[in-house]
């Protein structure tokens, strides 16, 4: 399983578990507090100003503007800054885009559905997959009629969907059906979802259609097929031709074993017919179960939709700088001398690991970017130090007071 940046707990927990390294300086663990509270602050007004470039630049490819709102976007939504920015705010947040190679695998099978989904590519421009933690659980599927098997399936804690819905001439000319969707050429839709199966994330595509197997098919035309063509030449061709030579020729037939013969090959091909519709019976009622199970499932998983879902992201990017910010100024304030970024990482990968008895990627580079963005990194000589939580707390209210430069003198 993949080690990712993304650190599964929240602010709060990791402040009181930083706050206990203080636990003797009383002191020291109000000013940490209060150094964490200015920073989460500040973070939040960088989140607030991200948001407002993302509205900005999303608006003109918002499915959920009217045509005439959109209309007033025209020269002023760029897309090429609305995509550099949401990309920024899933890097922030450490989410991480899916490989065609794993999105193949997900299409090709099916932990929990059992079914295969068809999807139409030729509706989107540009699709992309983006995820965020992962953990495993077990779950029971059903694999027979009675029998259910207890098997491990991965899942992703956050997903985000990002369509590129193609331009209008070209869905005509691929002969694309948008079907009810809700959905006009050439915008873009965005969905986050909670708690999806690796391997189903086809089903979060929202033209995905299901379509039968090749057991499926098999067990339908096979049969049907094969049955169908031995009935008919041992059975019914044979009656019908005796009592059609007879007919012909006026010879006396033995009209009780034709008619028995006919009505035993029709009886057969009956049951077969009924054979075949109980099959497909089966696949449209899988389909059914799907739909509902889909329908359920999403709509207690769903987290936000289009412009919706940037309060989501924004608040897990921010919340991810300040717990990675946190955690590099709270390591590199223990200890005793500068040290590298190698050494701090695995200072603070260590400490979740026999702490929290948990494995991540901590992204040391990008945290201490952040410390030295803000003023409270120092590097020297590939070697990296804080300055003080009294001077960090001085620092971080001077960045505060020049962030709106009104009174000029």
Excluded at 53 to 62: G, P, R, S
Excluded at 255 to 271: E, F, H, P, R
Excluded at 305 to 311: D, H, L, M, P, T
């Amino acid at each position: 399983m993949k080690r990712e940046h993304y650190i599964p707990f929240n602010k709060e927990f990791l402040l009181e578990q930083q706050i206990a390294a203080f636990a003797e300086d009383k002191q020291k663990a109000d000013e940490f507090k209060k150094l964490f509270e200015i920073i989460e602050h500040y973070y939040h007004y960088e989140s607030f100003n991200l948001n407002r470039n993302l509205k900005q630049n999303y608006a003109l490819y918002d499915p959920d503007l009217s045509e005439k709102e959109r209309e007033g976007y025209i020269g002023k939504s760029d897309f090429s800054v609305f995509k550099e920015t949401l990309l920024t705010v899933l890097d922030r947040g450490n989410y991480y885009r899916i490989d065609q190679e794993t999105l193949r695998e997900a299409f090709e099978e099916s932990d929990l559905i059992g079914l295969n989904l068809a999807i139409d590519f030729n509706a989107f421009k540009d699709y992309e997959l983006y995820v965020r933690g992962h953990h495993k659980a077990k779950e029971k599927v059903k694999k027979y009629y009675f029998w259910k098997k207890e098997v491990e399936i991965e899942y992703y804690d956050r997903v985000l969907i990002y369509l590129n819905y193609s331009d209008a001439d070209y869905l005509t000319k691929k002969k694309v059906k948008l079907g009810k969707m809700p959905i006009d050429p050439g915008s873009i839709a965005l969905k986050i979802f909670k708690r999806v199966p690796k391997n189903d994330l086809e089903t979060i595509f929202p033209n995905a259609v299901p379509k039968m197997s090749i057991k499926d098919k098999m067990l339908l035309w096979v049969p049907g097929i094969f049955g169908g063509i031995s009935l008919l030449s041992a059975k019914v061709i044979p009656a019908l031709l005796n009592m059609y030579e007879a007919y012909q020729t006026g010879e006396t037939i033995d009209l009780l074993n034709s008619k028995t013969s006919l009505n035993q090959g029709l009886i057969a091909l009956g049951i077969l017919s009924a054979y075949c519709f109980r099959q497909y019976n089966n696949f449209v009622n899988k389909k059914i179960r799907y739909s509902k199970m889909l329908a359920d499932s999403l709509y207690f998983k769903n987290l936000g939709n289009n412009s919706g879902a940037f309060y989501s992201l924004l608040n897990s990017s921010e919340e991810e700088a300040l717990k990675e910010t946190i955690l590099a100024y709270a390591f590199l304030n223990r200890s005793q001398n500068p040290i590298t970024a190698e050494e701090l990482d695995f200072q603070i990968e260590s400490w979740f690991a026999s702490k929290l008895k948990t494995d991540l990627d901590f992204d040391v580079n990008d945290a201490l970017l952040k410390l030295k963005s803000i003023g409270l990194g120092i590097e020297n000589n590939g070697k990296w130090s804080v300055i003080s939580l009294g001077e960090s707390l001085i620092k971080m209210d001077e960045l505060w007071d020049n962030v709106f430069d009104y009174n000029q003198k």
